[in-house]
């Protein structure tokens, strides 16, 4: 289920959950799932785009590459965790956050790439 933030948010969220059936889990890994990492930054830009729809101060980043230019992983999210990212409007470009719970599962930040 993904939530839609209100427009005056300053600082926008999304949850997404991903159910223990997911074909993701089959590969990683069958006996101790966890969400890859990968798939959790897919989610961030996935979101980040929802963001720039949204909030006209991300407008800058439409239309561009965007690129990772820091990521963290902190805690290990497992099937049925809700995901909790966050992001933050920065001069240069967004900080994100990834949270389950009040855990801090990742965090890092993105830009516009280099032309």
């Known amino acids: 289920m993904n939530q839609r933030p209100e427009p ?3 600082n926008p969220t999304f949850e997404t959950t991903l159910p223990a059936d997911h074909p993701v889990f089959a590969g990683h890994f069958p006996d101790a799932p966890v ?3 990968a ?5 961030v830009l996935e979101h980040l785009a929802k963001c720039m729809a949204i909030y006209p101060a991300t407008a800058a980043l439409a239309g561009q590459a965007v690129q990772i230019e820091q ?9 049925g ?3 909790r990212f966050g992001f933050e409007l920065q ?3 967004v900080a994100f956050t990834v949270h389950v719970g009040e ?3 990742a965090r ?3 830009a516009a790439a280099p032309a």
């Open 39 to 43: 798939l959790l930054l897919n989610l």
């Open 91 to 93: 001069a240069t470009g």
């Open 108 to 110: 890092g930040r993105l």
């Open 103 to 105: 855990v801090c599962a």
């Open 35 to 37: 969400v890859p990492g």
């Open 81 to 83: 965790q809700t995901m």
């Open 8 to 10: 005056a948010d300053p």
């Open 71 to 79: 990521a963290k992983f902190l805690a290990p999210v497992l099937p």
